[in-house]
């Protein structure tokens, strides 16, 4: 079963928009773990927020964590056409269950 | 470092053929696991791997068998291929444990005829 879901499934925006993906999941977790794909590329990892952080940042990424409301947001700011990619959340269940399970992915395009 | 490298990149196998995916790390890393991803369906945990001689089953384990002999190697064995099993599969690994930042490999396309 999917921990994670990802919305929007698909996002296109115009360099210098900002880009906000967002990732829902069904049980308590440890940490949410954000990763870029490229196409026809391994992942990435991009940031991890833990259970008891609200917000994080890295260069121009934002991740917040609502724990209440059992989701997560991206926010990339400024986006450059480089920033085309899948985005991906991924979740461990809270009882260090060793299963990181993958959301299916939110796809961004960046039209120059 | 290499990191995580996988082999082959690609593959094309006939319906029941058997063969192994392989998957090596050198950075010491404990946790190791196995996804596969298929359009639409994101990446799904096949088996892991929380250090020699410890596997587990993920969301999709059936018709698919490992082992982790040495804390370098992860090999994936698949033994009678079938359609359902065309995928592209990606070897990932991290220091300790699922929680950790994962590194991944560069994937296998498979195509099973």
């Known amino acids: 079963s999917q921990q994670g879901e990802e919305d929007p499934q698909a996002l296109s925006i115009q360099e210098g928009e900002n880009a906000t993906m967002n990732c829902s999941y069904k049980t308590s977790i440890n940490n949410l773990q954000w990763y870029r794909q490229n196409s026809g590329r391994g992942l990435v990892h991009l940031i991890l927020i833990r259970s008891n952080e609200r917000e994080k940042h890295s260069g121009r990424l934002r991740v917040t964590l609502d724990t209440s409301k059992k989701s997560s947001s991206l926010l990339i700011t400024a986006s450059r056409a480089a920033d085309t990619a899948s985005y991906f959340c991924a979740t461990e269940g809270s009882g260090n269950t060793g299963k990181l399970i993958f959301g299916q992915g939110t796809t961004l395009q960046v039209k120059p | 470092n290499a990191g995580v490298t996988q082999t082959p990149k690609f593959q094309v196998l006939k319906t029941g053929q058997s063969m192994t995916l392989q998957c090596a790390q050198d950075?010491?890393?404990?946790?190791m696991s196995w996804y596969r991803q298929d359009p639409g369906m994101g990446l799904r945990l096949i088996h892991y791997s929380v250090g020699a001689g410890i596997t587990d089953q993920g969301e999709v384990p059936n018709g698919y068998n490992v082992s982790r002999s040495t804390t370098e190697d992860f090999p994936l064995r698949l033994l009678s291929a079938a359609p359902s099993q065309t995928s592209v599969y990606f070897c990932?690994?991290?220091?300790?444990?699922?929680?950790?930042?994962?590194?991944f490999g560069p994937g296998t396309r498979l195509t099973v005829l």
């Open positions: 990932a690994s991290s220091y300790e444990t699922s929680t950790d930042t994962q590194y």
């Open positions: 950075m010491n890393h404990e946790y």
